[in-house]
């Protein structure tokens, strides 16, 4: 059966800002979390957002970062965690995908 979201991650309501990526369990620091973003100009801001993507809130103190790959042929943009994370801990990342189109 196919989940949006990997095993151990959850959405619900976040003091940030409406609706966040939580923890359901402990996740090690530098646990690569599943594709945030798949690189498509020709979807609004240059990218196809996930399910994993859609949630995650900024922070500039972030616990995850997000970093560029490829998944098969595809450029693709993976969420991983920086420190390691808890139970009820809210993911977040610093948002930087989206400044090629700030010009």
Same mark, same amino acid.
């Given at each position: 059966?196919? !989940?949006?979201?990997?095993? #151990?991650?959850?959405?619900?309501? @976040? #003091?940030?800002?409406?609706?966040?990526?939580?923890?359901?369990?402990?996740?090690? !620091?530098? @646990?690569?979390? #599943?594709?945030?973003?798949?690189?498509?100009?020709?979807?609004?801001?240059?990218?196809?957002?996930? #399910?994993?993507?859609?949630?995650?809130?900024? @922070?500039?103190?972030?616990?995850?970062?997000?970093?560029?790959?490829?998944?098969?042929?595809? @450029?693709?943009?993976?969420?991983?965690?920086?420190?390691?994370? !808890?139970?009820?801990?809210?993911?977040?990342? !610093?948002?930087?995908?989206?400044?090629?189109?700030?010009?």
């Amino acid at each position: 059966m196919y !989940k949006p979201l990997p095993a #151990g991650l959850t959405i619900k309501e @976040s #003091g940030i800002h409406g609706l966040g990526l939580f923890a359901t369990q402990n996740i090690a !620091k530098n @646990s690569i979390l #599943g594709i945030a973003h798949i690189d498509n100009a020709s979807f609004p801001h240059g990218y196809i957002r996930t #399910g994993l993507g859609a949630f995650y809130n900024h @922070s500039d103190n972030p616990n995850c970062e997000t970093v560029k790959g490829f998944w098969q042929h595809l @450029s693709v943009v993976y969420l991983k965690t920086i420190e390691d994370i !808890k139970p009820n801990d809210e993911l977040t990342a !610093k948002y930087t995908l989206y400044d090629r189109f700030n010009d």
